[in-house]
Every structure is written in C-alpha cells, then in structure tokens.
C-alpha cells in the first residue's frame, strides 16, 4: 500500500521530540480552549467535540468514562516523575484522544486513524483543547499494528492504550502488548458476539484460541474470552496480565476489558482453562487444562454426553480488580459522576455491581432467574431475596452487571432450587 506524506510525518513522530523534554511532563498550564464550541459540538461529561463523519456512539461514553477513571488512577499511582503517555490507536474523531487529555491529565496523547479523511475532525477537536506551540497530542494515520510495532521498534512505550476497532481486537493484542510499558493499561474493545454466543466456534478459535459453544451467560463468556486471549499473548511474550475491570454494554452489544501488563511469565497461565456447563442440571465447573481428561458433571445425567457443554481456553478468574474498582469508585464519586445517570447508565450503580461481581469466591458464569424458575417448577423468586436467602446460608452471591435479571454464585445449582423454592413456599 502507498504511504501516503501524512502517513510518513506521522510514522516520523516520537516521543522525545513531540514531548518538551521526556523526563519533565509539562505543568499544562497555558490550556487553550476556544470560547465557542461548534454548533454541532457534543459532549461527554463537559468536555465538547464535534463527532464529524467518524464512527461515533453516544451510547459508549460509559465505557469512555471507565477508561478515563481507570487510566486517572494510574497516572497518579505512576507520579509525575515519568511522562504519562496515552495511544488511542483507532480514536475515530478522537473524543477518547481528547477526554485523556482533558480529563486524565496525560502529558502525550497520540491519536490515530487508519482513514485520513477524519484528519480535519480529529485534528478540529484536539486544536479547539490545545493549540501548538502547547500542545500535547500528535495525529497519524497508520494502521494500528504498524503503529504499535514502530512504537515498540523505537522502545517509546505508552502508559494507556486504547484499541476499539470494529469487530474484534484480537489482531492488535500482541502489537499492543509490546508498545505498552509494564505496569500500564490495556483497553481492548470486541463487538465480535457472534463469536462470544458461540455462532462462530472456528472464529473464535482462530482469533482468541478458544472454542466457545453457546451457554446460557454467552456474554460473561465474551469477555472471558477476551481476556484470555489477551492473557495467552502476554504468556507468549514473557509477560502476564491482570484484568482491572471487564465491562459488557447492551448496546452493540459490546465486550470491554481494562488489563494491566505485568512482567515476568507465569508457570503456565494462570486462570486460564475451560468452563463446563451441564445442560441437565444446570450446573457450569471450571476445568484447568491438566484436568482435560476428566471433565465431567456430577448429576445423574452424566452418562448423557451431549448435556455437557466445554468452552476455552478462556479466562476463569475474576472478571474484575476489587481494589482498583473501589478506588474508581471513590473518584468518580469525587468528580461528581457516580449519581448522574448518562444515556441510560448510572456509574455508581454499574460499579457497585462490577465490585459485588468481583469477589473471589465468585465461580464464572451466571443463572438466569427464570432458569432458576423452571427448574425449581416455581415462580420466579425476587432477586434481592434470593441472593439475601443465599448469604445467610454462607454463600457468595450478586446481582451481574451482565444479565440483567440474573445472580451470580458460588451455591451449587440443587440448592439454589431448595432456597428459590423455599422463598416461594414462605409466600
Ligand atoms: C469503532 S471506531 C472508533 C470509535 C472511537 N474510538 C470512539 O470511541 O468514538 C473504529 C475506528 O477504527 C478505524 N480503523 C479500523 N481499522 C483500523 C486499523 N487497522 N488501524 C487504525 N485504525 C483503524 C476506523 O477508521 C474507525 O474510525
């Protein structure tokens, strides 16, 4: 393919000469913002950006919002010694460019797009934030695994990366991974639901390494899959990684998880391995790979082998970082975040739930109420009172963020029919 001039000053870019010097981050203090914003200026939590012709949801600004939480906490654990460097490597018309700059504080966005003919709106945006000679964002229009790599090629790491591509991510995992420096976070974005429902079982295969079949909670499985893709090419290049949060958005539907990317390769990879869901009973069991042959269900059915359905490798630890989740919390809490409800979404209650659904003790998976309902031949017993019923009884047990009239726990499936029945019996 052609390189383009564009694409040649852009690949020419680095750190050291687009930053004032790179081991003194700039106090920002000059900011120039233009007084009026566009007529046709939208925007996220106060910060204005026109979306243009790009590819634009309103309906993923929580998805934003959790990045900028996350990447903020990890630019004030990171101190200000080091320049905070953030790549929006697919940045569309660059709002997630802009709110790093705006609203994290990042002392270099780099904004990238494969098409240039989004250069005016996403260089609009960013100018209308801050103008040279201040400015601290550059614009390219590389494809992002070229990008990555050069970056890498050149040891400029970033602190934050953030791919969102159409599709799935899965083919800028690795590039990513060598760009980001250890320690600095990850996020990956997929839309791939066919692939997570298990309607593309070789699909999957081919991009994560895991063969999903479908079960009854496809979308905890999309982000599981996810992670554990991200969690196998870290393995491969001597790394590992952790999930701080993992995020699923009705809308699209969309797959999001945040990882952060720690040195050193584990013996193995740590959860990482197979669910299995039996359709007789109910059931799902996490299976390590060195347990392969003897992946079975407990229940009378056994014998029948097509009730048991297995799924992975994937990821079966928790979905989400507990500390790191609460501290999300408390900051959007102090921006005044958490209690307003944006497109449909309140923060503080989808961290609420995601801290809740972070617990350890949590197995993967979740339960659908009125699966719980037929098999317990009752009605469908309230949700809060099932999971009150199952704590008192020593149980783990939550509400998903994922599907919406579910509970997630550690009670094995017969018991949770004596408990639904017993709430109903109660009535
Ligand atoms: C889902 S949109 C990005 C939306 C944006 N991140 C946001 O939050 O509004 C995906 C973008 O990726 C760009 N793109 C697709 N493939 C790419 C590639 N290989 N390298 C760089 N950009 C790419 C597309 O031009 C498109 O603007």
Not at 295 to 315: E, N
Not at 327 to 341: D, K, R, V
Request: proline content about 6%; glycine content about 8%.
């Amino acid at each position: 393919m052609a390189i383009s001039a564009a694409a040649a000053a852009a690949a020419a870019l680095s750190f050291p000469r687009a930053l004032p010097s790179p081991l003194q981050p700039r106090r920002h203090r000059h900011r120039r913002r233009s007084a009026e914003p566009p007529a046709c200026a939208h925007s996220e939590r106060g910060v204005t950006f026109d979306p243009g012709s790009a590819f634009y949801r309103s309906d993923s600004a929580a998805g934003r919002d959790l990045a900028v939480l996350a990447a903020t906490l990890h630019r004030r654990a990171a101190g200000p010694s080091v320049p905070f460097l953030c790549l929006d490597a697919m940045c569309g018309c660059g709002v997630r460019a802009l709110r790093y700059l705006a609203q994290v504080g990042a002392d270099f966005v780099w904004a990238n797009d494969a098409s240039e003919a989004l250069r005016p709106v996403i260089v609009g945006n960013l100018s209308r934030f801050e103008r040279a000679p201040d400015r601290r964002w550059a614009v390219s229009h590389l494809d992002a695994t070229r990008l990555l790599s050069e970056r890498y090629l050149r040891r400029e790491y970033f602190d934050v990366i953030d791919v969102d591509s159409f599709g799935g991510d899965a083919a800028y995992i690795r590039a990513a991974l060598l760009a980001l420096r250890i320690g600095g976070l990850l996020y990956l974005t997929s839309t791939d639901w066919r692939s997570a429902r298990g309607y593309g079982s070789r699909s999957s295969l081919s991009s994560y390494g895991a063969y999903i079949r479908p079960v009854p909670y496809p979308n905890e499985v999309g982000l599981r899959m996810l992670i554990g893709g991200a969690a196998r090419e870290a393995a491969i290049l001597g790394f590992h990684i952790t999930p701080l949060f993992s995020y699923y958005a009705y809308h699209g539907p969309i797959f999001r998880v945040m990882v952060q990317l720690h040195n050193g390769k584990q013996d193995g990879i740590s959860n990482y391995g197979f669910i299995c869901h039996c359709k007789s009973c109910g059931q799902s069991r996490t299976f390590g790979f060195d347990e392969l042959g003897q992946i079975t269900c407990g229940c009378a059915d056994k014998i029948d082998p097509d009730s048991i359905t297995v799924v992975g490798p994937l990821w079966t630890g928790p979905l989400h970082d507990t500390t790191f989740l609460t501290e999300m919390l408390s900051l959007a809490t102090e921006w005044g975040w958490a209690n307003t409800i944006e497109n449909g979404v309140s923060l503080e209650k989808l961290l609420d739930t995601m801290i809740e659904e972070s617990d350890s003790r949590l197995p993967p998976g979740y339960i659908r109420l009125d699966e719980i309902a037929s098999r317990a031949k009752v009605n469908s017993p309230p949700l809060g009172t099932l999971i009150n019923s199952l704590r008192k009884e020593g149980y783990a047990a939550c509400r998903s963020h994922i599907g919406a009239n579910a509970i997630k726990t550690n009670c094995p499936i017969e018991c949770c029919l004596d408990v639904a029945q017993e709430i109903r019996n109660l009535r």
